[in-house]
């Protein structure tokens, strides 16, 4: 377990820096980011632990082997030079991850079909027997990256998205990514907030995932501890002693992190059916005692209904329509939080992410720090605002000037 290993872990764009900051406090080293990446070098054990601990990757991915494919057929014949059946059983089940084209090989899925074919002819040569292709839950995923003509074949650690913990089971409509809502409170100063036993509240919390990273930080609550399986979980390089130390370890981490945070998390938001959908996730996380939720209208908001009586953050992700009329309807929604604030948030801190910053603008209170962000393909914003006396007082005399 302690020989030194190479290891990519993918994320969404424009996080790599801060997933290169976790990755270092996890204890990689030699680091490097690249576009929606970081490399780095580490054992198996450093390898398990980023599976279960990333709030923010993707995907982990182990190096096998990086060459030349000038075609198709010395795609194939550099893969048959990895011994297959040191990671995968004759009689297991994989799957071929393909990205990236070259002059030679202009189609991923031909590309997927000539290593699937190098892996499966070398295992029944070799046994007389063939691996299966299993889409949803193979035994090995494999992960081939080609970049012009130079090929990166990797195993994929992780299986399904890390981002996907397992306490989300309700389909809602463009729910926020969970490893991009941990992303948010990261640069919301969250991590700071929880520590001093600062209060949370979203008031346009929706299904509630950016409730639930915010409880599972500040109870040093591992995200991967939900997850049923990974893909190094059928894998014939996995180490079943020390992953299971490590989730041991995490376990009890996580004992001692509810113990020591007090706080309640608040979240609300005025459908019901959401808010209904909110309560079954925070159910499933196990975070019923931390976190309360509510239905009620932003421009009713008001730290008194929830009894908090210091200031806290305010971290919220809330719509963003992208046709006109959407908007039209939303300039509303963000004056009247932008009010409300003003009114009933004096001293405290505010995390807005939105993918129309322009509809920020409406809410009379200038950001003094913005993030840029992506939410799948569109370009996203996370501005911040400290809420001050000043701004109340200016509302209070009918000047509606932007601070």
Same mark, same amino acid.
């Given at each position: ?6 290891f990519f872990?993918?994320c969404?764009?424009n996080?790599?820096g801060?997933?290169e ?16 990446g ?7 054990t ?10 923010l990757?993707n995907?982990?991915?182990l190096?096998l ?10 795609l ?11 990671h995968?059983?004759?009689? %297991?089940?994989?799957v071929v991850?393909?990205?990236? +084209? ?5 189609n ?11 892996i ?13 292709v ?13 970049y ?9 650690l992780?299986?399904?998205?890390l981002?996907?913990?397992?306490y ?35 008031p ?5 995932? +950016?409730l ?14 939900l ?14 002693v ?10 009890e ?13 608040y979240?609300?938001?005025?459908d019901?059916d +959401? ?26 908001a008001?730290p ?18 992208k ?14 939080f %932008?009010l ?52 109340f ?11």
């Open positions: 377990m302690s020989m030194l290993k190479n872990v993918t969404p764009k996080l790599e801060l997933l900051q976790e990755l270092i406090s996890l204890g990689a080293g030699n680091t490097k980011q690249t576009i929606a970081v490399k780095f070098t580490g054992d198996m450093l390898a398990y632990r980023v599976c279960l601990w990333s709030r990757a995907r982990v991915l190096v082997a990086t060459f030349n494919a000038e075609d198709a057929d010395s194939y014949q550099e893969i048959q030079k990895i011994k297959w059946l040191h995968l059983r004759a009689e %297991g089940s994989l991850d393909f990205a990236g +084209i070259s002059p030679t090989i202009k991923s899925h031909f590309g997927a079909l000539k290593v699937k074919d190098a499966v002819d070398q295992i029944r040569d070799a046994t007389g027997k063939r691996p299966d299993e889409k949803e839950e193979p035994d090995l995923r494999v992960n081939v990256y080609l012009h003509e130079l090929a990166t074949v990797s195993i994929d992780s299986g399904d998205s981002h996907r913990r397992g989300r089971t309700c389909p809602g409509s463009a729910p926020l990514k969970e490893n991009l809502a941990a992303a948010i409170l990261y640069r919301s100063g969250w991590l700071e907030g929880a520590k001093s036993g600062k209060v949370l509240f979203d346009m919390c929706g299904s509630g995932t +950016i639930i990273e915010a409880a599972m930080i500040a109870q040093d609550y591992a995200p991967g501890l997850r049923k399986s990974f893909g190094f979980s059928h894998w014939l390089g996995h180490d079943h020390a992953w299971e130390k490590i989730q041991a370890e995490a376990k981490r996580h004992l001692k992190g509810a113990q020591n945070f007090k706080t309640i998390i979240g609300s938001d005025v019901p +959401i808010i209904a959908m909110a309560k079954i996730h925070i159910s499933n996380a196990g975070l019923a005692n931390t976190i309360r939720v509510a239905v009620d209208e932003v421009k009713e008001t008194t209904k929830y009894k908090i009586t210091q200031p806290g953050v305010i971290v919220t992700n809330p719509p963003y329509g046709r006109l009329s959407e908007e039209e309807s939303l300039t509303g929604l963000y004056s009247d %932008g409300v604030l003003r009114k009933n948030f004096i001293n405290w801190e505010v995390a807005m992410f939105t993918g129309n910053p322009d509809l920020g603008k409406t809410m009379g209170v200038r950001a003094y720090k913005s993030y840029n962000f992506f939410n799948g393909t569109i370009p996203c914003k996370l501005l911040l605002f400290r809420i001050t006396p000043e701004m007082w200016r509302e209070y005399k009918g000047d509606k000037e932007q601070i």
